[in-house]
């Protein structure tokens, strides 16, 4: 059974990932202009004559159809070759793993971030539901979803590293070169998972084990603290899991607020460089990690929790 | 045929006052959409400063009578430029979000009601288009596509159906099943007749919920594209565009980051409440769902 | 190859490949900063300035370094942009064409060679075989040991002037990319290419000894986040901040600004090869748009002098009684309506790295739409604008004008000259060129710069000044910020070029 899921659903996969190359490598087709000559006056800073144009089309297999460069471009990404800089000799993929470790810890760090703040907040959301703590912690988390987290990153740094003195501006480093943008970044994402732990929670205070418990004699601290939380957690840790895609839509901005040399900083300046192959190369990146990680967690929530029905076949 | 509605008909506007009674935070979040809404609508004509002119020789000048919230590096006032800022982050914010709407609702109402291979192609398409961090997305549309408020609306658009067409093909499917549509397919009403009379209203609330969810989401993603330089361009008035430039003097003139900071803030809080508010209302199950960009 | 160095001549600092290697870089300097961070010891110099080595560096695979704490080459430029000895003590040349200059005694390179006329030989020409520059024209050659002649195509005399360029920086021949040997008074201790830079005193430096043990480079684009660093405290100096902040900065007891005259003219650029900028009245509507004066004052809190023409007037040759035009936006809009502008959208290219670039853009942007012309202001990535405004379609581009060596009669040909820098690669393919307005220009330039005509210069100035090739702002200053306990900064008036080993700590 499951691994007729399993097969199912690594099929899906694979045709998503498939679909995201084809996207991905039209991307600069979306551009004005013949992609020949936009590379091509990239790289000799002067328009081309029509002459340099058709030699480097002959060179680069731009004159053949589009279909068969997608191959040969998909071919190349597949044995981890995603081109060169324009305006850097260096290849796609080594300019990414450089960037690659100052998001990673980032979006590790503001998941954190966010967790340390959902989980209390959703704790005492669910414990006093309706009372006014309940929408004092809503409302607090609602704050740092509703905040703009580059706003908040000016803010964070004007008082802790100018004000107070005591954390690094900008850069990458130590653990205190985290601290303020992680804070910056998991506000943003407190809120849905507060939302989360108080649903998760009520859900299982509902259940009739905790009843049970409650009837053994144990204290209210103790079914709330070890027997509900534990249960509600499992759904939690996999949304947040979930999320580790969608972080990274917020570490571009954060990355460049902090002055971050990270994978979103690489891809904002790629972007006003108009360097192709590294906008390419990032967006793929991001974009397998995204669904591989939506993958596994589908995955691991159908382990843990067996109700869930299989596949989406509710046809 | 239509007596099975799920709502009674009678004194909807009772139930949402009651509601606004229980749920203060609903109401509190309708106040905060109501008061933008007015801003947007009379404030041009209120605010005295044109937000576009230039007074050099007033340039970074603090808060004062003339200038309640300062005046900015080229001496414009801030105040004029926060409300008018106000009018281009919500219009952004309802153009996206109504092209979502439409998008995601035809789409899911065809893939839920048509069903077949036509459903998987549609699905597939939405998985696609899932597959990608939708800022990450928005952000190399609008930046191919060159930097302007047209562009990042188009990108916005693109990235953000797929969401609508999911819940509407969830709601139709649910639909399809009861009664009401088969007995209707019996007396052999036309298919457009039954998606219009009975499948419409159904999915109405979800996207109604997701709507004004995300018509805050909309105003920080276009303020962040904005700040990164992706949107709005000089002159005009634009809260994330704002931020950037204000951010060069956030030592000197801490009013130019401040005020539109709290704008959107005030904003995007506003919609989520009464997002929230809307939800519990109509479908009070349907918690702890996430929300996309 | 060509092109390539013309574009590292652009606009006075280099990094045409800066970009995404800059993007990578601080994590090594990161975790240094914590080590070493807090206060100046008097043990470490931490400097955020924005044209970083690793890039300039990388841009030449490390063979290179600009002007740095490490490098250094054969003449320095002083405060009158006159060429002043460093590893050079002395030169001479008799028809201006074969060029000899005596090395200074007792000079060591980092690896403890002696700085001798042989070794820089081997290392011009391995230089320019490898790269194919015309730096050394014809050859080098090393006459005895601490004499070394080149022989240039044709008569130069102001070569000696034009070694200042940073990539005349003097190295030995076994310099790597992973480890490059030179004289400056701190050594590299780790350098990663893309990484920011560290580097320990020299002890066998010619000079006085450097006043910290280690110097630390931090690369830092945004002025804004240079100046948050100084404030927090993690950087003893940046380069760069921004004249708004210059009273603010001030206000704080511990912090300190300097500031230097820079020969780079801050102008709004026309495309004379283009429409509408090729048409004579629009140009000259242009120039009837801002009051200089005004604009320093009231924009630049007027920290800079007005400019009138491309060469500051402390120059001697610079050209005086040039023309004047007043702010006068109807006699603007009259122009604009003469011209064969048609309505079309002009691009005004801004680098997003040039202080105050928005808001001067901002300034054009809303002054040519009261005269009628719709303008779309286009912040550019350095390299992106490099690209854009070598291109046929630019139109207008605000930046500066500015050279990399002692030669400031080069600025004149780089800008106006039909093989000049600018418009060289255009003129040579199309025909055309950039700012160049043509041969008699271009006639004026050469008698200029070979027959030592200054009247010709003067001439050549009025031209380019009565055609507007430009719209010149003001004569550019750098301002440098500084903790109170650190003295001895000086910035050349070229590129950067800086004495780092004099900077040391108060007591």
Redesign the interface.
């Known amino acids: 059974m499951f691994a007729r899921y399993l097969v199912s659903r690594v099929a ?1 996969v694979i ?3 498939f ?2 190359s084809v ?1 991905t490598y039209g ?2 087709h ?2 004005p202009g013949d992609p020949a000559e936009t590379i091509l ?2 790289q ?4 081309p ?1 029509p002459q340099q144009v058709e030699e480097f089309r002959a060179e680069q297999g731009l004159d053949e159809p589009v279909y068969i460069q997608y191959v040969h471009w998909l071919g190349d990404v597949l044995q981890g070759d995603l081109g060169v ?1 324009y ?4 290849s796609v993929s080594a ?1 990414m793993i ?2 690659l ?2 998001t990673v810890e980032l979006a590790v760090a503001g998941m954190l971030v966010s967790l340390a703040i959902a989980l209390p907040a959703g704790v005492l959301s669910a414990v006093y539901q309706n009372t006014r703590i309940d ?1 004092i912690s ?2 607090v988390a ?2 740092g ?7 908040l990153g ?2 964070l ?2 008082v802790f ?2 004000y107070l ?1 005591v954390l ?7 653990l ?2 985290l601290i303020l943008p992680a804070i910056a970044l998991g506000t943003g994402m407190a ?2 998972v507060t ?2 732990v ?3 929670m009520l859900e299982v205070m509902e259940a009739e084990y905790i009843d049970t418990a409650r009837s053994a004699g144990l204290s209210e601290r103790i079914v709330i603290w070890k027997h509900t939380l534990r249960n509600a957690l499992i759904p939690v840790v996999t ?1 947040v899991g ?1 999320q580790f ?2 972080v ?3 570490t ?2 954060i990355e ?1 607020v902090f ?3 990270g994978l ?12 192709y192959p ?2 390419q190369g ?2 793929l990146l ?2 397998v990690v ?2 591989v990680s939506n993958f596994c967690v589908d995955l691991l929530y159908k382990r843990l929790d067996p109700r869930v029905t299989l596949g ?1 076949q ?2 | 045929m239509s007596t099975t509605r799920p709502q009674s008909s009678t004194g909807i506007g009772e139930r949402i006052r009651l509601e606004f009674r229980r749920n203060r935070l609903a109401a509190i979040g309708a106040g905060m959409v109501g008061v933008l809404g007015l801003v947007v609508v009379f404030g041009p004509t209120i605010v005295p400063h044109d937000p576009m002119e230039h007074a050099h020789a007033n340039r970074l000048q603090g808060p004062s009578l003339e200038h309640p919230l300062g005046t900015d590096e080229l001496g414009r006032d801030v105040l004029a430029r926060l409300v008018y800022g106000a009018r281009v982050s919500l219009g952004i914010a309802i153009l996206v979000t109504a092209i979502r709407v439409v998008l995601g609702t035809v789409v899911g109402l065809v893939a839920g009601y048509v069903g077949g291979i036509v459903d998987e192609l549609l699905m597939r398409l939405v998985d696609i288009q899932l597959a990608f961090p939708g800022l990450i997305l928005a952000l190399v549309i609008a930046g191919i596509l060159g930097p302007s408020l047209r562009n990042l609306m188009i990108a916005l658009a693109v990235v953000g159906w797929s969401t609508y067409a999911r819940v509407v093909r969830g709601s139709v499917l649910s639909v399809k099943e009861r009664d009401y549509v088969t007995a209707a397919q019996l007396v052999a009403m036309s298919r457009r007749r039954i998606a219009i009379r009975h499948l419409l209203p159904s999915v109405i609330h979800p996207v109604m919920v997701l709507a004004t969810l995300n018509l805050g989401t909309v105003v920080l993603a276009t303020a962040g594209l904005s700040f990164i330089g992706l949107g709005a361009q000089p002159p005009t008035p634009e809260w994330g565009t704002m931020i950037d430039s204000g951010s060069n003097y956030i030592l000197d003139a801490w009013w130019l980051v401040t005020a539109p900071g709290v704008a959107i803030m005030f904003t995007v809080m506003g919609f989520n409440l009464l997002g929230d508010g809307i939800r519990d209302f109509l479908d009070p199950k349907q918690q702890g769902r996430l929300e996309e960009i | 190859m060509g092109t390539n160095l013309h574009r590292l001549e652009r606009d006075g600092t280099v990094s045409r490949r800066r970009l995404l290697g800059g993007i990578v870089s601080a994590s090594i300097a990161g975790v240094a900063g914590c080590l070493t961070s807090d206060t100046a010891d008097g043990s470490t110099l931490r400097i955020a300035k924005a044209d970083p080595l690793n890039n300039e560096y990388q841009f030449f695979d490390g063979v290179i370094l600009p002007h740095s704490p490490v490098a250094e080459t054969l003449v320095y430029v002083d405060n009158e942009v006159q060429a002043e000895p460093w590893l050079a003590t002395d030169w001479e040349s008799s028809d201006a064409r074969t060029w000899e200059f005596t090395l200074r005694e007792g000079v060591q390179f980092h690896n403890g060679d002696e700085l001798t006329a042989e070794l820089l030989e081997e290392y011009f020409l391995a230089y320019e075989a490898e790269r194919g520059l015309e730096v050394v024209d014809r050859g080098v050659q090393a006459v005895d040991d601490m004499v070394l002649q080149f022989e240039l195509a044709e008569p130069n005399p102001k070569f000696p002037e034009e070694t200042a360029r940073h990539w005349m920086s003097v190295l030995h021949p076994d310099s790597t990319e992973e480890e490059v040997i030179a004289t400056g008074p701190y050594q590299i201790e780790e350098h990663e290419i893309g990484s920011d830079f560290e580097a320990v005193r020299f002890d066998e430096y010619w000079g006085d000894q450097p006043g910290f043990e280690r110097l630390e480079l931090r690369d830092i684009q945004d002025d804004r986040t240079r100046r948050f660093e100084l404030e927090a405290g993690n950087v003893d100096v940046a380069v760069e901040v921004s004249p708004d902040h210059v009273s603010a900065i001030e206000d704080d007891p511990e912090l300190r600004v300097e500031s230097f005259e820079q020969m780079r003219t801050f102008a709004l650029w026309t495309n004379i090869y283009n429409s509408p900028t090729d048409d004579p009245d629009f140009r000259l509507a242009l120039q009837h748009l801002i009051d200089q004066e005004t604009f320093v004052e009231e924009l630049l809190e007027d920290r800079y002098l007005p400019a009138r023409g491309t060469i500051p007037p402390y120059v001697s040759w610079a050209a005086e009684d040039l023309p004047e035009y007043e702010h006068d936006m109807d006699r603007a809009r009259e122009l604009v309506e003469q011209s064969s502008y048609d309505g079309e959208t002009v691009t005004i290219a801004v680098a997003n790295r040039t202080i105050n670039g928005d808001t001067f853009a901002e300034v054009f942007r809303d002054r040519l739409a009261d005269v009628g012309v719709d303008t779309e202001v286009r912040m550019m990535e350095w390299s992106a604008y490099l690209d854009f405004t070598g291109s046929p379609e630019n139109q207008l581009e605000l930046g500066g004008a500015s050279i990399l060596d002692a030669n400031v009669k080069g600025l004149l040909k780089r800008q106006y000259h039909s093989e000049g820098l600018l418009n060289l690669d255009l003129y040579r393919s199309e025909g055309t060129g950039m700012h160049n307005p043509g041969e008699a220009v271009d006639a004026l330039i050469d008698a200029g710069i070979h027959d030592d005509d200054t009247d010709a210069l003067r001439e050549a100035q009025h031209r380019v000044r009565e055609m507007t090739i430009g719209v010149p702002l003001f004569h550019d200053r750098i301002f440098v910020a500084m903790h109170e306990d650190v003295t001895g900064v000086e910035i050349a008036p070229v590129s950067n070029q800086a004495h780092w080993g004099n900077v040391a700590p108060t007591e």
């Open positions: 899906s045709g998503v990932l679909a995201v996207i991307l600069i979306l551009t006056t990239q000799l800073e002067q328009p004559t800089s305006y850097n000799d260096r300019l450089e960037a470790p100052a929408r809503q409302i609602l704050l979803v509703s905040v703009p987290n580059f706003w000016f803010m740094i004007l590293s100018i003195g690094p501006v900008s850069g990458v480093g130590g205190d070169h809120a849905v939302r989360l108080r649903t998760s949304v979930l895609g969608r990274l839509n917020g571009v901005v460049i002055d971050r040399p979103g900083a690489l891809l904002v300046e790629a972007i006003f460089a108009r360097d590294v906008v990032v967006v991001t974009a995204f669904v989406e509710a046809q």
